[in-house]
Every structure is written in C-alpha cells, then in structure tokens.
C-alpha cells in the first residue's frame, strides 16, 4: 500500500508515506487505491482510498490536504484544509501540525522535504516543465520563510518515469541546451532518430543540488516499469486508455 523512505523515517515528529496504487477499493483502469481528485474515478471511491491512506498518517481525512497542480514552480504556505477551491500551485510547505501535504503524481516526480529541527516539512509536484522553471528551489524558499534552512533540508524522490522509459522529441530537447549546455548530460540516445530517452530524476537531482538542500534521497522507482504498483501516464498513453488513476505521496508533522 506504500513505500516509505528509511531517512525520512529515521527524522523525528514525521510521518510520510508515498502510497502505491495498491489497497484501496478503485476498479478498472484505476485499480485500486486512486487518490486522484482530478481523475474521472467514481468520487466514492476516491473518497474511501484517500480515507485510508490519512487513517495511515494519522490526520482527519480532510486534513490530507491536495493542490491543484499546474506545473508552476509556485509554493503555498498551508495551516489547514483550504476553506475553499484548492489553489493552483505546485508545492506546499507547512509548520503545522497534523495536516498531510499531499502530492498527486503518475509519472511526474513526488518531493517530500523535511527540516525535522525547525519542524517544517514540504512537498512539491516535480515534472519536467516545474523542475525545469524551478520548483524545487521555490519550495526550499518558502520553507525558509517558515524558518527552515536548506542546509539542513532532507529531500526525498518518490516514484518517477525513469530514464529508460522517458523519450522526448527534439524541441524538448533544444529547449533544455538553449538554457543551459550542460544539461545535454541528462539525454541519452534512443531508438529513433532526433529524439533522446531523458532522465528527470537525475535532472531533479541538479535541481536539489543547486537549491542547496543538504541531503537529496532518489527512492529509484520508476512508474513506468512497475504496472502492479504504479500508475503511469505514459503507458497509459500508448495503451491509448482514456484515463489514468494518481499516486498519493505526502508527509505530516506529528
């Protein structure tokens, strides 16, 4: 039902979990535990799955608290369940206690940030365009604004498409080395001509390394490959299936 990190675990007054898509009680194309608010899976299921997935962590199940994720690289300071719509951004950075800050992925890069000194914990939405504009630094940002210092900020990866799976076409490509030449490391060569298997992990990576995060954790689980506990955008594009179910991923101060 879900996966946890043996650092993030080990740093006191934490709780987190990156959840599967096993355990929940979706069927179809979302089997089974979908938490995905903006998919078109029956809203009692989600209801339910996203209930055992907060009984797990420990908070009220509207205190498993979700964005609406629009691959920004904007953050959002959260103390509660949002009184109204969700607001659009990409990261949540938080000092309270027992509110989930929940990130909805399937195949884009789950981020689950602590500083278990100052007490303030983060989560960022990380696909190529986020990471690439600058989300991970904006979420370390707004955590020091909650008084946390990223030299002392752990940072995990959850479950991400991985390098063998990820093939992107050449203005993808272009637009990465018009930015920065040296991000021509993270392309690799594929079976067809003009285009690059990319590693968004690794590039995620950089991304923590230039935010001066002082320990950054890739868990190495890729979404694609892993039917029986991932859901994946990507393979459910070349399956041509109308829709996808989303991966839960969030962490909570106790």
């Not at 797990?56 to 690289?73: F, T, W, Y």
């Not at 990409?90 to 000092?95: E, F, G, L, W, Y």
Request: net charge neutral; with cysteine.
């Amino acid at each position: 039902m879900f996966i946890t990190s043996p650092d993030l675990a080990a740093e006191p007054g934490i709780r987190h979990a990156f959840f599967t898509r096993e355990g929940g009680v979706s069927t179809g194309i979302y089997a089974s535990l979908n938490g995905g608010l903006g998919s078109a899976d029956d809203p009692v299921a989600i209801t339910e799955n996203r209930r055992r997935m907060a009984a797990h962590l420990q908070v009220e199940p509207s205190h498993l608290v979700n964005i609406h994720q629009v691959h920004s690289a904007d953050a959002e300071i959260v103390s509660g369940p949002w009184p109204g719509e969700r607001p659009k951004a990409d990261a949540m950075v938080a000092v309270a206690k027992g509110v989930a800050l929940g990130i909805s992925t399937a195949d884009c890069g789950p981020i689950l940030f602590a500083d278990s000194e100052a007490r303030v914990i983060g989560a960022a939405h990380a696909g190529w365009k986020g990471a690439f504009t600058g989300i991970v630094g904006a979420t370390v940002t707004a955590m020091e604004k909650l008084g946390a210092r990223r030299e002392r900020i752990l940072a995990v990866l959850g479950p991400t498409i991985g390098p063998k799976a990820y093939e992107v076409g050449p203005e993808f490509i272009e637009r990465f080395k018009q930015e920065n030449a040296t991000y021509a490391r993270f392309f690799h060569a594929s079976e067809r001509p003009a285009h690059a298997m990319f590693d968004l992990p690794a590039f995620i990576a950089l991304r923590a390394q230039e935010a001066g995060i002082g320990r950054f954790v890739d868990l190495a689980l890729c979404t694609y490959s892993d039917e029986q506990r991932f859901y994946s955008y990507r393979r459910t594009t070349h399956r041509t299936e109308p829709d996808y179910g989303r991966l839960i991923s969030a962490i909570v101060l106790s």
